[in-house]
């Protein structure tokens, strides 16, 4: 079965990079699309950003500039590189994946568990 799996998250002062890696495993065939997102307590889940197999590459606003999502096709892997980080930045990040499995030829999204992020001084 389809494994996601977060990894990189942790405490970090301001200003600090953090850099998140999510790696997809089980009978995958093709990754179409990635997307990091993340949820800050008693807040909804919200988009950071994106890259499809082209690649094209989405950020929210909020993260423009700071933040650098990138895949690695044959890892099935995807990273955030996080980079000026502020205490709003904090929260459970969270990856999800588009994609067909050798079992199942049609695109399905899949999450992995979270990873904690927490920016404080």
């Known amino acids: 079965q389809v494994q996601l799996v977060e990894s990189g998250g942790g405490l970090v002062r301001p200003g600090g990079s953090l850099r998140l890696t999510c790696a997809a495993s089980?009978?995958?065939?093709?990754?179409?699309?990635w997307g990091w997102y993340r949820q800050a307590p008693g807040k909804q889940r919200e988009l950071v950003a994106t890259i499809t197999s082209d690649p094209s590459i989405n950020y929210a606003d909020s993260v423009k500039g700071r933040f650098t999502i990138s895949r690695d096709n044959a890892k099935n892997t995807v990273y955030l590189q996080m980079n000026s980080l502020k205490p709003e930045d904090t929260g459970v990040y969270f990856c999800?994946?588009?994609?067909?499995?050798?079992?199942?030829?049609?695109?399905?999204?899949?999450w992995g568990q979270g990873t904690q992020v927490t920016v404080s001084s």
């Open positions: 999800n994946a588009e994609l067909s499995t050798v079992a199942i030829m049609v695109p399905v999204g899949y």
């Open positions: 089980g009978g995958i065939f093709t990754i179409y699309n």
